[in-house]
């Protein structure tokens, strides 16, 4: 099954670098939990793929251009610890960013329940259950 999870990450950074937000969207369990650092504009918590979706489509028209690269996927039991780099140029600004940054997901039933942001990969290990 884990394996299965896996793919799902795999395949919502897919749609992601699509701007697909309804491919992205159908990866998420429809009473799904997004949380970001508190430091990001909109951290939420979003709740549901509704509040996702307004979210999501906020984010990509402030982005001329934004990607997401997978970097690293560990299996956590049940959750899955991803580092993703990002590279993107804003739409108005024009302002280029390349950067790292660390996530959990939880699925069930083959779609993404929690998806936490984390600025440090420490505290996404933290959170995942594999420190100490």
Do not use: K, Y
Not at 7 to 20: F, H, K, P, Q, S
Not at 80 to 92: A, E, K, M, N, P
Not at 93 to 122: K, P, Y
Request: hydrophobic share 40%; proline share 4%; with cysteine.
């Amino acid at each position: 099954m884990q394996a299965q999870n896996i793919e799902v990450i795999g395949d919502m950074v897919e749609a992601w670098n699509r701007r697909d937000v309804d491919g992205f969207l159908l990866r998420f369990d429809s009473d799904c939990e997004v949380i970001f650092p508190p430091d990001v504009p909109e951290p939420g918590p979003f709740h549901g793929t509704a509040e996702l979706r307004g979210w999501v489509e906020g984010f990509l028209a402030a982005w001329e251009s934004h990607r997401a690269e997978l970097v690293e996927t560990i299996d956590a039991g049940d959750r899955i610890l991803v580092t993703l780099r990002l590279l993107g140029r804003g739409s108005g600004s024009g302002i280029e960013i390349d950067e790292s940054d660390a996530h959990v997901f939880e699925l069930r039933d083959g779609r993404i329940a929690r998806w936490e942001n984390f600025n440090e990969r420490s505290d996404a290990v933290e959170a995942a259950g594999l420190s100490g």
